[in-house]
């Protein structure tokens, strides 16, 4: 279950800013997430793009802690309940063409965090329009 709010406010031509934030509700054992982002988007004809800020984090749970046995010092314990939290600067861009087909493509990259390692993030999406007729 994760509910969420998105706005988005055109404040000077073509641009202006962006936010969401919501929660996920995770039925495993894994700990609950607050999902926070903000940032900027620009529109040009037919190509928009946008850059910002995207912290997904745990509400509770444990850190990683190094294990204590002697002669395993590069393992560490980790269990399912981390407090994992990311700290990410995100990007992406679309192309609208005139038929209405819009493509689209996202990257986000971490650059700090707690119990978390480094991920590079990308993808992209193509939306079809559909246009059903009596």
Request: aromatic fraction near 14%.
């Amino acid at each position: 279950i994760e509910p969420a709010i998105f706005a988005r406010k055109v404040i000077w031509p073509g641009g202006g800013i962006y936010g969401s934030a919501g929660y996920r509700h995770m039925v495993s054992y894994a700990p609950d997430s607050v999902l926070l982002s903000a940032g900027l988007f620009q529109r040009w004809r037919q190509f928009a793009i946008m850059a910002g800020y995207r912290q997904p984090q745990a509400i509770s749970g444990n850190d990683i802690v190094p294990n204590s046995t002697p002669g395993a010092e590069y393992n560490i314990v980790y269990n399912n309940r981390v407090k994992e939290m990311n700290y990410m600067a995100e990007c992406g861009g679309t192309y609208t063409f005139p038929s209405g087909i819009v493509l689209r493509f996202y990257m986000n990259s971490n650059f700090d965090g707690r119990n978390t390692g480094e991920k590079l993030t990308y993808g992209g999406a193509i939306t079809i329009p559909l246009q059903l007729r009596r």
